[in-house]
């Protein structure tokens, strides 16, 4: 039976990747060959673990049963390869809560290594940015929580972090940030965004009132969902502007001091209760205009908070963190 985890309202199945074979899905013995191949074989794995048996689905819930796919290990031993599929077939480069649950899935087939840190490689076919992308976590106890940090490393900023193209800038804070066309187009709200990279792309837009952070609700839609994954989305699914790859968007408000709200639309899955990168994106974002201060920060989704920690040299971000815990689910 396929095991599906919850981290923070996110799910994914973790499926080990002679369980896609025994499916009769023909998935290559390295990860690095089944991402370049991925074309050939996601679709059909998505259906075979993530579709709704039918008759199953619940009345208003989401097209398919989890946020998406974790294939691995490829190993019986660190370091660790695997692959995390979107629902749309595409492979993300890192998701955080997926590294989260992957851990936790490690950690319940007594593979993952006592009292030191584990090497997770993302393997992905994107071009704009280095495969596999490597993730050390280590497990720990946060406020009598058992859970596991992730070393996201240090973020980068800018429409050149996460090759976008065709944005004008804006300043905020004595900040340049920029104004994303399509965005404001649909909320004039949404015209201040910073572009950071944490091992895959987001756009993190900030808001100053709360009526102007989404909705899962309303990005579910039809013209809004339309809208946002022509934004979110790479081609032929989206119109990849104004980042050929597709881009994962956020937006976020100051609740108080150290503690950010967002919402969250991931490109290749659309709205989602919560986001592992995206939480770090928004923290970074936050802390890059001077709404947080390096060291912990809360970022608060609809499906749970995630904490943040930020490490601050010479005035420049030099490391971003994210604990986070997953639960089997029944």
């Known amino acids: ?24 899905i023909d998935l290559p013995g390295r990860a ?3 991402a370049q191949t ?3 074989w996601t679709s059909a794995a998505i259906e075979a673990f993530c579709a709704w048996a039918p008759g199953t689905q619940p009345p208003g819930s989401k097209a398919h049963r989890s946020d998406g796919l974790l294939v691995g290990p490829f190993q019986s031993a660190p370091p660790f390869d695997l692959l995390i599929v979107n629902t749309d077939g595409s492979l993300a480069e ?3 809560n997926g590294l989260t649950i992957f851990s936790q899935a490690l950690s319940d087939q007594g593979l993952f290594p006592r009292n030191q840190a584990c090497l997770l490689r993302v393997h992905h076919d994107k ?3 280095r495969s596999p992308g490597e993730t050390s976590v280590t497990s720990a106890r946060v406020e009598g929580v058992q859970g596991f940090w992730l070393d996201l490393g240090k973020p980068g900023f800018g429409p050149a972090a996460v090759s976008a193209q065709g944005v004008a800038g804006v300043t905020f804070n004595g900040r340049e940030l920029s104004h994303v066309q399509s965005l404001s187009a649909l909320n004039p709200a949404w015209s201040r965004s910073q572009f950071v990279r944490v091992g895959n792309p987001h756009c993190v837009t900030l808001v100053d009132d709360v009526a ?4 899962n609700e309303l990005m579910r839609e039809a013209g809004w969902l339309e809208g946002l994954t022509r934004i979110a989305y790479a081609m032929p699914t989206g119109a990849g502007r104004p980042c050929p790859a597709g881009i994962n968007l956020q937006w976020a408000m100051r609740e108080s001091p150290q503690r950010i709200a967002a919402r969250v639309f991931e490109r ?4 989602t209760a919560s986001s592992g990168t995206s939480a770090t994106a928004v923290a970074c974002a936050a802390w890059r205009v001077g709404w947080v201060k390096a060291g912990e920060v809360k970022v608060v989704m609809p499906g749970g908070t995630a ?3 930020l490490e601050e040299v010479g005035g420049e971000l030099s490391r971003v963190s994210l604990f986070g815990t997953a639960r089997l689910m029944g």
Do not use: K
């Open 127 to 129: 071009a704009d940015t």
């Open 32 to 34: 690095s060959l089944a």
């Open 307 to 309: 904490p943040i920690l």
């Open 268 to 271: 290749g899955e659309g709205p």
């Open 212 to 215: 102007d952070l989404p909705a």
């Open 1 to 24: 039976m396929t095991p599906f985890y919850d981290a923070r309202g996110n799910i994914y199945a973790v499926v080990a990747p002679d369980a896609l074979r025994h499916q009769g």
């Open 38 to 40: 991925r074309a050939t």
């Open 94 to 96: 890192r998701s955080g």
